[in-house]
């Protein structure tokens, strides 16, 4: 079955650091990619998406790219604030009939001044 | 107004006694789903209906039982609930032109 896997962490940055979250993928077909961020008592908002291989999403600083060899979609962001502090999902939604999303088990993002 | 609305956002409630979370949804979108999450496991599917007509079971049904009452409503009920449901429960829909999901606010649920 479909499934993503990436790093649990928790991830512990200063601000203005460089951040790498990996995330890949196994899946059939064609997938559409995601990433979803939680903010503390919040519901999961959609970060950036990818619907193709080599598609690069992109959003608030945020950067991911589709990469069909590799089965991967690894999130990046140049210089962290303390403000993206928050738990990162990495998601799929497959191409098949069904077309459900399958969710990682999700990154904790801290971010010290 | 959030564009998908779950009520109530806390509840506590009594091992054995029947709760029901409801869900409703301005997007105009067939497909409704209802995810449970717990701490290092991710989001997990437990029904997903893609019209009124149409439910289907998840990864982690038992327990749990759904309504479709319109196209924008959609409930989540457990029976006769047990500790082990406690967890963070969340709508989402999807359906027009875009690829993604879009989620309500979550309902925390404890059971004690």
């Known amino acids: 079955g479909n499934s993503v896997t990436q790093m649990e962490g928790p991830v512990t940055l200063s601000e203005e650091a460089f951040l790498t979250i990996n995330c890949t993928y196994t899946?059939?077909?064609?997938?559409?990619l995601f990433w979803y961020v939680q903010y503390p008592g919040e519901g999961l908002q959609l970060l950036l998406k990818?619907?193709?291989?080599?598609d690069k999403g992109s959003n608030k600083g945020f950067e991911a790219t589709y990469r069909k060899e590799t089965t991967s979609f690894h999130l990046e962001k140049g210089s962290v604030q303390v403000s993206d502090s928050a738990v990162y999902f990495c998601?799929?939604?497959?191409?098949?009939?069904?077309?459900?999303?399958?969710f990682g088990p999700g990154t904790r993002l801290s971010v010290l001044p | 107004d959030a564009d998908v609305t779950q009520t109530p956002r806390n509840r506590i409630t009594k091992t054995g006694k029947r709760i029901m979370l409801e869900c409703s949804q301005t997007?105009?979108?067939?497909?409704m789903y209802w995810y449970r999450q717990d701490p290092g496991l991710g989001l997990r599917l437990i029904y997903y209906?893609?019209?009124?007509?149409?439910?289907n079971k998840g990864e982690i049904s038992d327990g749990y039982s759904v309504s479709r009452q319109a196209q924008a409503k959609f409930s989540l009920s457990l029976e006769s609930a047990i500790p082990n449901q406690t967890a963070l429960y969340f709508c989402?829909?999807?359906?027009?032109?875009?690829?993604?999901?879009?989620f309500g606010q979550g309902t925390r649920l404890t059971v004690v």
């Open positions: 998601a799929l939604r497959s191409d098949n009939y069904g077309q459900n999303f399958v």
């Open positions: 989402a829909t999807s359906g027009g032109t875009a690829p993604e999901a879009f």
């Open positions: 899946a059939t077909g064609y997938p559409s």
């Open positions: 997007k105009g979108h067939d497909r």
């Open positions: 990818a619907t193709k291989a080599d």
């Open positions: 209906s893609f019209d009124v007509k149409d439910i």
